[in-house]
Structure formats: structure tokens, C-alpha cells
């Protein structure tokens, strides 16, 4: 099955700089790499996603890059603040056609005013 | 809308006790998946179900049922508890787009239910 790798397990940064999260997947036919953000005592909600048909996606202060040559796609939040102290976690799934997801082990995101 | 709710918000069971854990979602969604957070190890997949009277195993079934009579209720049973299941489960439900690839959609979460066994 799918296996997914998340790197670092913790980050700390100070605010304003830039924060990266790797995440490494195994199975060559994954096509969707969802990424969550599950702040303190609450629920993971999406943030960004990306296709294996797309190489790169923005959305304001957030990107994804993904490389599917080398199975390995990663989280660029820029300028970061205080409010994006999160756990985030890096999912993919086990090949195209399946709605499942295989979530990574989460990065504990702390941004240091 | 109310999205995907879970009942208990939080419970508390000795070993060999049995219990129901309830999700519902309003938004007509095909798809609903339960999931098991522990420190460190991310989200871990138990089962899930891609509609009305269908369920599959996940990552980790061992130890739990589930039902998904109504379309939009998925029900977690434990039936005898053990100290490995004190974690915190998380339902979530997502709808396809009846495109041919269902891959591309998000999934909802509910917001947690919190089991300790003692």
C-alpha cells in the first residue's frame, strides 16, 4: 500500500520567515496530494491540494510543489504568522481512481513572534 | 448546515465495554471514512464506505465494525474495548464529482471524539 513520509515532525520559525514541509510518497500512480491544517483541539481542514498533472500551485501565502520524478511533493508558507501555528499533514492517495487518503505523521508548525 | 458531527464529544470506558460511535453529515455526501489520530502517528484510516449499505477495511480494522445503513450516518462500533483504542476518531465524509476519477475531493472532517480506556 501507499506509504507517505513527512519531514520535519517539528518546525519552529520565527514570524515573517518562510516555513518548508516535505513528504515523500511510494506508489508511482498516486495523482492527488492533499494538504491539512489541524490547529490545537480541532478538526483537520484543507488548505491546498494538487494534481499529478500540475507541478506547482499558489494560493496566496501558501504553495505545493510536487516532483513526480522523484515522488516527493512540499508545503512553502511565506511570511509566516502567529495564526499558522498548526499541525499540518500531508496526504496522498494510493493510486488514481481511489477517494482514500494515506495521511503522513504531521509536521508540528510553531512560528515565534 | 451543520457539516459532520460526532456523538460522544468524549467518553470514557473500562476494558471489554462496548460502545457506538455516531457520525452524520448533511451534505449528501457518497463517501464517509473513520480515522484514528494518536500523538505522533498522523491520521490512520479504520474503514470507510463509499455509500448506503457498502463498507471496507482501512489501514487498522482490527478491533472495530462499522454500518452505514443511512446515507448519511456511519456508525464505529467497539465491541469489546481495549486499552490500545484510547485515542481520538475522527469521522469525515467527501462527494464525488461523477467525474472518472473520484480521487480529486476533499474530505470534511467532523470535529472528534475523544476515548479513553481504562
Known amino acids: 500500500g501507499e506509504n507517505v513520509e513527512q519531514h520535519p515532525s517539528t518546525l519552529s520559525v520565527q514570524e515573517g520567515d518562510s516555513a518548508v514541509i516535505k513528504c515523500t510518497y511510494s506508489?508511482?500512480?498516486?495523482?492527488?496530494f492533499p494538504w491539512y491544517k489541524q490547529e490545537l483541539g480541532k478538526r483537520p481542514q484543507l488548505i491546498i491540494d494538487i494534481r499529478s498533472n500540475v507541478g506547482e500551485k499558489k494560493d496566496q501565502r501558501i504553495a505545493v510543489t510536487l516532483n513526480k520524478t522523484a515522488k516527493h511533493f512540499s508545503l512553502h508558507i511565506t511570511e509566516t504568522q502567529p495564526e499558522d501555528s498548526a499541525v499540518y499533514f500531508c496526504a496522498a492517495n494510493p493510486g488514481a481512481g481511489s477517494y482514500q487518503l494515506t495521511f503522513g505523521k504531521g509536521t508540528k508548525l510553531s512560528v515565534i513572534p | 448546515n451543520a457539516g459532520v458531527t460526532q456523538t460522544p464529544k468524549f467518553r470514557v470506558l473500562k476494558t471489554g465495554q462496548s460502545m457506538t460511535l455516531l457520525c452524520a453529515q448533511d451534505m449528501n455526501h457518497e463517501y464517509m471514512y473513520w480515522y484514528r489520530q494518536d500523538p505522533g502517528m498522523g491520521l490512520r484510516l479504520i474503514h470507510y464506505s463509499v455509500g448506503e449499505g457498502t463498507t471496507a477495511k482501512g489501514e487498522v480494522p482490527d478491533g472495530y465494525n462499522v454500518s452505514r445503513l443511512k446515507k448519511q450516518n456511519f456508525l464505529l462500533g467497539l465491541e469489546s474495548a481495549a486499552p490500545s483504542q484510547t485515542s481520538v476518531y475522527f469521522c469525515?465524509?467527501?462527494?464525488?464529482?461523477?467525474?472518472?476519477?473520484?480521487?480529486?475531493?476533499?474530505?470534511?472532517f467532523g470535529p472528534g471524539t475523544r476515548l479513553t480506556v481504562l
Open positions: 506508489d508511482s500512480a498516486s495523482n492527488y
Open positions: 469525515a465524509s467527501s462527494y464525488s464529482y461523477g467525474g472518472p476519477d473520484p480521487s480529486y475531493n476533499e474530505q470534511f
